[in-house]
């Protein structure tokens, strides 16, 4: 936790120590982004990846959105109302709205795109996130009332990320199934093309609400997967703004002329999924042995060269539902070896973890290796690439899967849908009545001292049954050259570039 609070106290250091030069905003140009990997769809609806989300928030407009603080700001709704208990919300929304089609944006497709995410037919990952909507009106062009079926915190949360983002119907009902690679929003850039493994590119969208934005003409993504490669290219000039930097690489950054970093805690979490219908980890005890096995202080000091922070949960300590006082995390060889026993394979066993091809990603599944190997169990290792390791987790061709979660606001975000029963990203296939019944009650508590025990409880049952063995929550870092103007670092990790602009004066 040190280590952590002093990674905070960093960053507010560097941030302070580079004050913003008043610049006069330009207009036009090219910001070239460096992405640790390649978009995999361009339908919010469908989406599963967190790279996808960067993409996103430049062409698709939600309804609402987050402040650098978390706070819900207007975004597509220029209002809202909370009534009857909780239950009912009262969108107005802003007048004017184009979808990059030409197309209106009314209450009529607010209603539609909700109909769509809550389509069983769709198999959207969003029907999870806004299960507890029953029914969605339309009051009149600008104003829609969305009733719940019961009181649920974190709904706005949910709509500052792919649940609130508005596609078009026109462009949904003409390209269907291949709207993915055909995507229309609402938002400051309109999409361009899409050439896979290579790069995204978007252009200014002229008839955008925000009057006088975005200032740049265009944003091209670049998928390059080893993070010191992306480095090097943005320290020649290749790339203009970088997302996700290996932590050995900090420090050099921050001593690189002519290059800025911001340096913040996340939502992130960082873990190995283990499928608990796949044997050995149909076992509750071996999945405990694989629990009590792991160091995760060492997998902090030594793959994130003891940055951000070790993870025995969903929740970082970002987050106010994180339970501090939870102890029962740390490496014990000799409960590993009780719980061997009591799952009937004293004397270890094997089995074959699947992981991103990544050189931080590599590093910590060697080192979870090697302290399981000290207690007889073989861990074999099998890389993939982002798009393949991503398709087995959704098609659950696993017996363990290592993947991180980029977070969301609210910590229903980060635990209802993998560890509720019919969570939307449930790809364990977990399932605990009582893990249903306390993130259900959670859900619906708006008191957030209540909400915190609740959560402790999910927390301390999430480690009895370890559906999951969390390892890590990641620092956000982003790169970006002096000449870009005007960015905001978010601790949602996501690069907004509507207000961004460049001086190379």
Do not use: C
């Amino acid at each position: 936790m040190k280590g952590w609070v002093r990674l905070v106290a960093l960053a507010v250091v560097v941030l302070a120590a580079v004050p913003a030069t008043v610049v006069a905003q330009t207009r036009g140009g090219s910001i070239r982004i460096g992405m640790d990997a390649d978009t995999t769809t361009m339908d919010p609806h469908r989406s599963t990846a967190a790279v996808d989300r960067q993409v996103y928030n430049n062409v698709y407009g939600k309804l609402v959105d987050i402040d650098a603080r978390f706070g819900i700001v207007p975004q597509l709704a220029q209002s809202w109302e909370i009534k009857g208990g909780g239950l009912v919300y009262v969108f107005k929304l802003r007048r004017g709205v184009k979808f990059h089609d030409g197309t209106d944006f009314t209450a009529e497709i607010v209603k539609w795109n909700f109909d769509r995410m809550r389509d069983p037919a769709l198999a959207s990952a969003r029907r999870s996130e806004i299960a507890p909507v029953k029914d969605v009106k339309v009051v009149d062009p600008l104003t829609v009332e969305i009733t719940l079926s019961a009181p649920f915190a974190p709904f706005l949360s949910v709509l500052t990320d792919r649940a609130g983002m508005m596609v078009s119907r026109a462009a949904v009902e003409k390209y269907k199934d291949d709207f993915a690679r055909n995507p229309v929003g609402t938002g400051p850039f309109r999409f361009v093309e899409w050439v896979k493994d290579d790069h995204l590119t978007l252009k200014r969208f002229d008839g955008y609400w925000e009057s006088g934005l975005p200032h740049l003409d265009e944003a091209v993504y670049r998928p390059i997967p080893d993070s010191s490669v992306r480095f090097t290219a943005m320290r020649t000039g290749q790339i203009d703004i970088m997302h996700q930097i290996h932590p050995k690489d900090v420090g050099t950054a921050k001593a690189e002329r002519g290059v800025k970093v911001s340096e913040i805690a996340s939502l992130w979490w960082q873990g190995l999924h283990l499928n608990n219908q796949v044997a050995p980890f149909t076992n509750k005890a071996i999945r405990q042995a694989v629990w009590y096995a792991v160091d995760r202080n060492v997998v902090q000091r030594v793959a994130y060269f003891g940055s951000g922070a070790p993870a025995w949960g969903p929740f970082p300590p970002s987050m106010w539902a994180q339970d501090r006082d939870f102890t029962d995390w740390k490496r014990d060889p000799v409960k590993a070896k009780a719980k061997l026993a009591d799952g009937g394979m004293p004397n270890g066993f094997a089995f074959t973890v699947k992981g991103w091809n990544q050189p931080i990603q590599i590093q910590e599944l060697q080192i979870v290796q090697a302290q399981l190997k000290e207690l007889g169990v073989d861990m074999k290792i099998e890389l993939l690439e982002f798009g393949a390791l991503l398709a087995d987790l959704n098609s659950h061709n696993f017996v363990a899967l290592r993947i991180g979660w980029s977070g969301r606001p609210d910590p229903d975000g980060n635990a209802h849908v993998f560890l509720h029963s019919k969570g939307g990203l449930n790809r364990v296939r977990y399932s605990n009545s009582r893990m249903d019944e306390l993130l259900d009650q959670a859900r619906s508590e708006a008191d957030q001292a209540k909400r915190k025990v609740l959560y402790a409880q999910v927390t301390r049952l999430a480690a009895e049954d370890a559906p999951y063995i969390w390892l890590h929550h990641d620092a956000e870092v982003k790169v970006w050259a002096e000449h870009v103007k005007g960015f905001e670092h978010i601790s949602d990790g996501m690069m907004r570039f509507k207000g961004v602009w460049l001086d190379k004066r």
